[in-house]
């Protein structure tokens, strides 16, 4: 079963196109005089979309707060999403079925991606297209607070990214803006951890390839791993090689095939088993499960190189098998 959190009734009372395929949505109570919670920089809500097979799922999606005050005491939410072509039908929903007037099923606030509390040392924060959305309400906090920050931006086209005025406006000279078919090349990670200075935390949310690239620069200069904090804000996409298998739940008996487009999580959903999970991108832990036999291609941003070499828990959101068969404890 998925984690959850209070449902609120949200009325969409603006929805405007930020970018060729980004739409803002400003959300209000439904009920007039009804207190939002308030929530902290890095935090998202999950809107309930319908999806092209017509069931429904939930969509989490990062808070938008370009001022403290508009965290701690909102009067609405706001949120920026990217149409995603090739995704499962939830970004398709939100620019294609919402409506301004709609009143939408919306789970209250949480922080998954939460800046350090007091800590006053510089913010080095990296945001690669629509991950910008945590990004910006984090540089709004830290100017708030006097938290010194240096913020990158990197995108395919500056026409194509969202909040780069205001972001421009925010940060000045502390905004380094990256875009591809003006540099002709990704952004440069190496660099920016080259102008790092020892107490620097680094906040960063973005693409898969991105996210990867930069933890890997960070084993490779021997960052410490508490100074390093991110967000992804889709699941890993499928790699060459992917094939179906079987996954047999030696508690039950059952044995089950996972087929190339889908994970173990979602087919123990779809044959009504209720697993604990929360992200669905590999990232929180609540779906870890034990693993009795078996090859795991683990995908994960959680376990430790040792921990995936030991082969007795995998998580089942993203992760898979290497062979044809893995046996586990369910």
């Not at 620019?95 to 800046?115: C, T």
């Not at 949310?205 to 930069?214: E, L, R, Y």
């Not at 179906?244 to 508690?251: D, S």
């Not at 089942?316 to 046996?327: A, D, E, F, W, Y």
Request: glycine share 8%.
């Amino acid at each position: 079963m998925s984690t959850t959190t209070e449902v609120l009734k949200l009325r969409v009372s603006s929805a405007d196109m930020l970018t060729a395929d980004i739409r803002q949505l400003y959300l209000e109570p439904a009920v007039n005089g009804q207190a939002l919670p308030a929530f902290t920089a890095g935090a998202h809500i999950a809107l309930q979309v319908s999806l092209p097979d017509g069931k429904t799922d939930w969509r989490e999606y990062s808070l938008v707060a370009l001022n403290d005050t508009a965290a701690q005491a909102p009067v609405g939410y706001q949120i920026a999403v990217r149409r995603e072509t090739s995704g499962r039908g939830g970004s398709q929903f939100v620019h294609e079925s919402i409506n301004v007037g709609d009143v939408l099923d919306v789970r209250a606030p949480r922080n998954q991606f939460p800046m350090e509390n007091a800590n006053t040392s510089r913010a080095v924060l990296i945001a690669g297209g629509i991950g910008v959305t945590p990004i910006a309400s984090m540089a709004a906090h830290c100017r708030q607070v006097g938290r010194p920050i240096s913020v990158y931006y990197a995108g395919r086209s500056r026409s194509l990214m969202a909040y780069l005025p205001e972001l421009t406006e925010l940060a000045g000279p502390d905004l380094h803006v990256h875009a591809d078919d003006e540099q002709g090349k990704p952004l440069d990670v190496a660099g920016i951890f080259a102008r790092l200075q020892a107490e620097d935390h680094v906040y960063f949310c973005g693409p898969t390839p991105m996210i990867d690239a930069i933890l890997a620069m960070a084993e490779k200069q021997g960052w410490p791993r508490n100074q390093i904090h991110f967000e992804l804000f889709s699941a890993p996409p499928a790699e060459d090689g992917d094939h179906p298998f079987e996954v047999e739940l030696a508690q039950s008996g059952k044995t089950l095939t996972i087929p190339t487009d889908k994970s173990i999580l979602d087919v123990l959903i779809d044959e009504g088993f209720d697993p604990l999970y929360d992200c669905k991108r590999g990232e929180c832990g609540v779906c870890a499960t034990d693993v009795l036999s078996g090859d795991i291609d683990h995908r994960d941003y959680i376990l430790t190189a040792r921990e995936k070499e030991a082969g007795n828990i995998m998580h089942t959101c993203v992760s898979r098998c290497k062979g044809s068969k893995l046996v586990l404890d369910m």
